[in-house]
């Protein structure tokens, strides 16, 4: 996983030095929709944050993503066509502290409208999992604690609560007033749809789960700390933050323990990432699997299916239900 950060990393640096040499230039040609429309531009780095900007925005923005649909954005790269987007893009919309490329993008072109959704999302630290060292070797314990400092110690993924992902629409409604004063009124009708919308999600999900409150969540990683810390859950990740990182013979140990004393009955893969690792242990604990969705893109099939936020949203939500040891 270092490894891989390293080279991407690298080759972003790359990228941002070929980009220097072209700021001047025409964006005509890259491909992205900041060079290509006369209407209001929107820029976003992830599923989620292109979501919000499409419904506030509706007809009045592009919005285009700098993440591939069915890619997992953790260890996205960017193309030079990508990065010259960034500079004229007329918002981009991103979350630092996600995305390494991403965040050097916007260091290096300085868009001149930005929403970062670190600053209105209330990032916090779900650190349930460090319980899961004891036992390890001191190789096991460096490795984990290396991929704990280059996640951060704060929880990227906010929107799984839709409540604060609500708040970032109504920064990103702000900004598109700054870019756009002429539709700043339709801007904050659809921030205000937004808010309702998400408001009758949370309120669908609570009333699904209000059974299941103190029920252990077992994740394959720990992506749904805000949807456990919502809706009274107790979030077990096989895993830490980082969805690559192998878990220790330690950790699955502890794992199996705490499934026997909760009586835990299915443990979550998700999608976009590997289940081997989750199926695995679940055949030798002789329980069964489902899978849940971080939202951090949409699959192919999501895709496909015309899927958004809220119909995934409302499939987790049925898989919990199926899923989780409630009254």
């Not at 900007?53 to 066509?81: C, K, R, Y």
């Not at 995934?312 to 899923?323: D, Q, S, T």
Request: hydrophobic share 40%; aromatic share 4%; proline share 4%.
């Amino acid at each position: 996983m270092t490894t891989t950060r390293a080279a991407g990393a690298a080759l972003t640096s790359l990228v941002l030095a070929g980009t220097a040499t072209l700021a001047g230039c025409s964006a005509q040609g890259t491909g992205g929709a900041a060079g290509e429309s006369d209407g209001v531009t929107v820029l976003a780095s992830f599923y989620p944050l292109q979501y919000v900007a499409q419904q506030i925005g509706g007809d009045l923005v592009t919005v285009d993503n700098l993440t591939p649909p069915a890619a997992e954005p953790h260890d996205l790269e960017l193309s030079p066509a990508q990065v010259r987007e960034i500079g004229t893009a007329d918002l981009v919309v991103y979350l630092s502290g996600f995305q390494a490329a991403v965040d050097e993008g916007i260091e290096a072109r300085a868009p001149e409208h930005v929403v970062d959704a670190a600053d209105t999302a209330e990032l916090v630290a779900h650190t349930g999992t460090e319980e899961g060292h004891e036992g390890e070797t001191a190789e096991e314990h460096a490795e984990h604690a290396e991929d704990e400092h280059d996640h951060g110690a704060a929880d990227p993924h906010f929107w799984l609560d839709p409540s604060r992902l609500a708040t970032v629409g109504q920064a990103v409604a702000d900004e598109l007033a700054a870019v756009d004063p002429e539709h700043a009124e339709e801007y904050a009708d659809g921030a205000l749809r937004l808010g309702q919308q998400l408001d009758a999600l949370d309120q669908e999900l609570a009333d699904g789960l209000a059974a299941c409150q103190g029920a252990t969540l077992v994740t394959s990683h720990t992506a749904f700390g805000y949807l456990a810390d919502r809706y009274a859950l107790e979030q077990v990740g096989i895993s830490e933050l980082d969805p690559e990182a192998e878990p220790s013979p330690a950790r699955l140990r502890q794992i199996g323990d705490v499934v026997k004393e909760n009586g835990v009955t299915t443990l979550f893969s998700e999608t976009l990432v590997s289940p081997k690792v989750t199926e695995t242990l679940a055949d030798d604990l002789g329980v069964r699997t489902a899978v849940l969705d971080p939202l951090e893109g949409l699959s192919e099939d999501a895709t496909a299916a015309g899927e958004d936020y809220v119909s995934v949203m409302r499939a987790n939500l049925k898989a919990l239900e199926e899923g989780l040891v409630c009254a």
